[in-house]
């Protein structure tokens, strides 16, 4: 089940630009997290913040959470060619058991225009 | 290695066939993670096993059949599947226990049912 929303659904930028992405989800989260999917491939994990923090950075990835907005962003500075993707936000919930899975947002598609 | 192995990378099979797909990790992660994908979509949970014991199934048809041989193998199995299970199928692993983590993915094994 999904219960989060990207937006914008798509985007294209020129080489060199800032992209950046939103995630807003409705229930309490333990953590959210962001991957990145290249076209018919495996997702790979970009970063992961804690409901506790609100900034995160990992080289040219900023993310920041407002859990009292219930929603994240993602920038992406400098942006190449290569970070042309599928971006997808998602956020961990456990069940009454404990079990941990993640409810995805819908993506983003980002497109750099070398 | 940090590695999540996804075999075949491609499958075609007929509506009568069974076919299973393979997914293989070494790191010493207890809990896995099979997905559907359909273009443009976000992933949809399928199954998830820890510490080999199915602890989640989102309401999977039974054409749909999960094993857990052991901690580092996952297989799916597959029998009279229908047209519209054509997807990309994703397996994923992490760590267990209480402390945060992200999970793996596998490349996929982009599947076709005529």
């Known amino acids: 089940s999904q219960q989060g929303e990207e937006d914008p659904q798509a985007l294209s930028i020129q080489e060199g630009e800032n992209a950046t992405m939103n995630c807003s989800y409705k229930?309490?989260?333990?953590?959210l997290q962001w991957y990145r999917q290249n076209s018919g491939r495996g997702l790979v994990h970009l970063i992961l913040?804690?409901?506790n923090e609100r900034e995160k950075h990992s080289g040219r990835l900023r993310v920041t959470l407002d859990t009292s907005k219930k929603s994240s962003s993602l920038l992406i500075t400098a942006s190449r060619a290569a970070d042309t993707a599928s971006y997808f936000c998602a956020t961990e919930r456990s069940n009454a058991g404990n079990n941990r899975k993640l409810i995805w947002g819908l993506g983003t598609s980002l497109a750099v225009n070398p | 290695d940090t590695e999540v192995t996804q075999t075949p990378k491609h499958l075609v099979m007929g509506m009568t066939n069974k076919k299973s797909l393979k997914c293989e990790q070494h790191m010493g992660h207890r809990a896995m993670y099979w997905y559907k994908q359909k273009a443009k979509k976000p992933p949809e949970l399928m199954f998830v096993?820890?510490?080999?014991?199915?602890?989640i199934n989102e309401s999977v048809p039974s054409r749909f059949s999960p094993e857990c041989p052991n901690s580092s193998l996952l297989n799916l199995h597959l029998h009279a599947l229908q047209p519209e299970d054509s997807a990309l199928y994703l397996c994923?692993?992490?760590?267990?226990?209480?402390?945060?983590?992200?999970?793996?993915f596998g490349p996929g094994t982009r599947l076709t049912v005529t």
């Open positions: 913040i804690r409901s």
């Open positions: 229930t309490s989260i333990n953590n």
């Open positions: 096993y820890s510490y080999e014991k199915l602890s």
């Open positions: 994923a692993s992490r760590t267990s226990g209480s402390r945060v983590t992200e999970q793996y």
